[in-house]
């Protein structure tokens, strides 16, 4: 079983930023990914940013030159960093986790930008 717990969400104005966190606990294996997906009202969820433990990362087109994912093995920690924030970028995020067939979800955190 792997924990995540999620912080960092919260009401920015459009422009603004913010940074979520997500720790990781539990049996965790070296070889994962951990991402961050959100789900916007009537929309589906889809993938915003994830990164590879050998250090590959990927983004959205919606938010490439704004959004930057790291991750800090030791703590097990992944972090999204949100710049530029746009209204349209107002959702649920979800942290996940995933390694060897195991998906695992945080309880996810809300993220709105007003306009």
């Known amino acids: 079983q792997v924990q995540l717990v999620e912080s960092g969400g919260g009401l920015v104005q459009t422009g603004g930023s913010l940074r979520l966190s997500c720790a990781a606990s539990g049996m965790i294996f070296s070889d994962n990914f951990m991402g961050w997906y959100r789900q916007a009202p009537g929309k589906q969820r889809e993938l915003v940013a994830g990164?590879?433990?050998?250090?590959?990362?990927m983004y959205a087109d919606s938010v490439k030159g704004r959004f930057t994912i790291s991750r800090d093995n030791a703590k097990n920690t992944v972090y999204l960093q949100m710049n530029s924030l746009k209204p349209e970028d107002t959702a649920v995020y979800s942290c996940?986790?995933?390694?060897?067939?195991?998906?695992?979800w945080g309880q996810g955190t809300q993220v709105t930008v007003s306009s």
């Open positions: 990164h590879n433990s050998d250090g590959r990362t």
């Open positions: 996940n986790y995933y390694s060897s067939g195991y998906n695992y």
